[in-house]
C-alpha cells in the first residue's frame, strides 16, 4: 500500500465524518488514513472500527487551529513511513470516485513532486456552486504530496497559529516560492461543503499580504525563521 490521507476531526458531525471516510473506502486504491481526534470531542472511536486501514490517533489537548497541528503530527509519523503519494482530506470534504488513482497517475506520468487539483462545492441546502478558477491559490484539500515530494510535508510545521485562517494560502505560496516540482491537475478530485454561507469574507491577495505583516510585525525572530526554512517571502513581488 503506497498512499496515506491526513484527516483531522474536531467536534465535526457524524455524518459527515462518515461521508468523507466512505469517499475514501469507494476509491479504486487502497489507502491508509491517518485521522486526529483533536482534544476532548464527543466523537467515539469506536464508530470507525468497520472501516479497514484507519490508523487514530488523538490526544487530551485541543488545538483548534484549523486542523494545522494534527495535520502537522500526522505528516511528521507519516514521514517515517514508506509512501509514494499523501493527500490532506478535512471531514467537510469528500472525494471523488477514482480522484486518487487519477491523481497518483498524474503524478508519476509528470513526474512531479505536488500535485494541485480541483473542487467542487455545495452549500449546505445541497446547491452546487460554481468556483471561479484561479493559480493565486489552491485549497488545502487539493494539494497532494508525491515520490520525494512527501518530504515537504514537514512545511505544516511552519504554518503559524496566527495564520492558520489562511493557512491553504500559506502552505500554497511555500510551495511556489521554494519553486518544487509541481503541476495543475485540471480535473475535478474534491467536493467541499460550504458551511460558511455567502457571508464568509473573500481576502484578496493584498488583504493577506497585509494581515500577514501585520500578524508577524511584532515576530521578527518568527518571520526570519519562516523565511529560512521556507524560503516563504512577504514582500511585494
Request: proline share 0%; aromatic share 18%.
Given at each position: 500500500m503506497n498512499t496515506a490521507i491526513i484527516t483531522p476531526i474536531y467536534n465535526e458531525d457524524k455524518s459527515k465524518v462518515f461521508r468523507c471516510l466512505e469517499s475514501i473506502a469507494n476509491q479504486t486504491v487502497t489507502c491508509n488514513h491517518y485521522i486526529y481526534i483533536d482534544g476532548k470531542t464527543n466523537f467515539d472511536e469506536s464508530l470507525l472500527s468497520k472501516y479497514q486501514n484507519i490508523k487514530i490517533f488523538s490526544g487530551n489537548i485541543t488545538f483548534s487551529d484549523s486542523g494545522d497541528t494534527p495535520r502537522a503530527i500526522l505528516a511528521s509519523i507519516i514521514l517515517r513511513q514508506n509512501y509514494d503519494h499523501v493527500y490532506l482530506l478535512d471531514v467537510d470534504n469528500f472525494f471523488f470516485d477514482k480522484?486518487?488513482?487519477?491523481?497518483?497517475?498524474?503524478?508519476?506520468?509528470?513526474?512531479?513532486?505536488?500535485?494541485?487539483?480541483?473542487r467542487s462545492i455545495i452549500s449546505q441546502n445541497g446547491l452546487w456552486q460554481n468556483v471561479k478558477e484561479n493559480k493565486t491559490f489552491v485549497d488545502m484539500n487539493c494539494i497532494s504530496f508525491h515520490g520525494l515530494g512527501i518530504r515537504h510535508l514537514k512545511l505544516l510545521n511552519y504554518i503559524p497559529r496566527d495564520l492558520s485562517e489562511i493557512d491553504d494560502r500559506i502552505l500554497y505560496q511555500m510551495i511556489?516560492?521554494?519553486?518544487?516540482?509541481?503541476?495543475?491537475?485540471?480535473?475535478?478530485s474534491v467536493i467541499y461543503e460550504n458551511k460558511w454561507g455567502s457571508s464568509k469574507k473573500r481576502l484578496s491577495k493584498k488583504e493577506i499580504k497585509n494581515k500577514v505583516e501585520f500578524l508577524l510585525s511584532d515576530r521578527q525572530k518568527l518571520l526570519e525563521i519562516i523565511k529560512l526554512e521556507t524560503g516563504l517571502k512577504f514582500s511585494d513581488e
Open positions: 480522484s486518487v488513482e487519477m491523481i497518483n497517475k498524474f503524478s508519476e506520468k509528470e513526474n512531479c513532486e505536488i500535485v494541485f487539483s480541483r511556489i516560492k521554494n519553486q518544487f516540482t509541481y503541476k495543475f491537475f485540471e480535473k475535478i
